[in-house]
């Protein structure tokens, strides 16, 4: 990790391309969430990734490209995989991990602020409960 000085905010474009395709390295090599974005959800990144980048771009930069209902997409995949609290902290987990390994600075912090939002109203919504059955 570079030390904090170092690291450039999220707050360009080309910042947020940078860390949604890094993020998204960790998360398709992790054994718990990539099955449910590969096999589950049947992802086709060529299409995810450009959706996830404006989706940022929106949230961080004020951009407009991002017209989807991200409750939508979330939902019909919860009804094919019931979606777990744990998911959800884990992709929390790598968000922030990446974010800090990166970047640092406001935008970077209100990126993991409102991942953290999203993480939490989405397990909220979908009714994401943990797995008892699961030792971690």
């Given amino acids: 990790m570079i030390a904090g000085n170092d690291r450039p905010d999220m ?3 080309e910042s947020i391309d940078f860390f949604v395709d890094r993020f998204y390295e960790r998360v398709l090599a992790d054994e718990q969430l990539s099955p449910i974005f590969v096999d589950v ?13 404006n989706y940022w771009r929106k949230l961080l930069l004020g951009e407009k490209k991002y017209q ?11 009804g094919k995989r019931a979606l777990r609290a744990e998911d959800f902290q884990r ?5 922030s991990a990446t974010a800090d390994a990166h970047f640092a600075g406001k935008r970077t912090e209100r ?8 993480a939490a109203n989405m397990e ?3 009714g994401a409960r943990s797995d008892p059955l699961r030792s971690e």
């Fill in 41 to 53: 959800a049947e992802v086709d990144l060529a299409i995810h990734l450009p959706h996830i980048k």
């Fill in 68 to 78: 989807r209902h991200t409750m939508d997409v979330h939902r019909k995949l919860n």
């Fill in 124 to 126: 909220q919504s979908l």
């Fill in 91 to 95: 992709w929390l987990d790598f968000f």
């Fill in 11 to 13: 707050d360009s474009r």
């Fill in 111 to 118: 990126a993991k602020q409102v991942a953290k939002k999203i």
